[in-house]
């Protein structure tokens, strides 16, 4: 069992930056695979970022691609995800995920985690 709690949502203009924060507790934390997504009302959950157990590999969309960076501390059970020159098509909630599973392409396919966050809200202001 795992749980996640994000923090570090905000509203933020265009341009600026926010680290989002995920605290994980459970002790197979470390061999899970870790994964951002985003949604928006009306609108399916959409992958981010992923990152392996290791820390070593990382998949990310191509919208956020040299502007987010997906990191883990598994010693402290932390996840983040730094965001740089944010956009307004950037607002979402943006939720925490653990998935048992080995790394793949499957990483980008939310109905393969396990376990979610609550999600936090961040806001790009133009």
């Known amino acids: 069992q795992v749980q996640l709690v994000e923090s570090g949502g905000a509203l933020v203009q265009a341009g600026g930056s926010l680290r989002l924060s995920c605290t994980a507790s459970?002790?197979?934390?470390?061999?899970?695979?870790m994964g951002w997504f985003r949604q928006n009302p009306g609108k399916e959950r959409e992958f981010v970022a992923g990152?392996?157990?290791?820390?070593?590999?990382?998949y990310y969309t191509d919208s956020v691609k040299d502007r987010f960076t997906i990191s883990r501390d598994n010693g402290e059970s932390m996840v983040y995800l730094q965001m740089n020159s944010l956009k307004p098509e950037d607002t979402a909630v943006y939720y925490c995920?653990?998935?048992?599973?080995?790394?793949?392409?499957?990483?980008?396919?939310?109905?393969?985690?396990?376990?979610w966050g609550q999600g936090t809200q961040v806001t790009v202001s133009s």
């Open positions: 459970g002790r197979t934390f470390r061999t899970y695979t």
């Open positions: 990152i392996n157990w290791t820390g070593d590999l990382t």
């Open positions: 995920a653990a998935a048992d599973l080995a790394w793949s392409m499957s990483v980008v396919n939310p109905t393969r985690y396990d376990y």
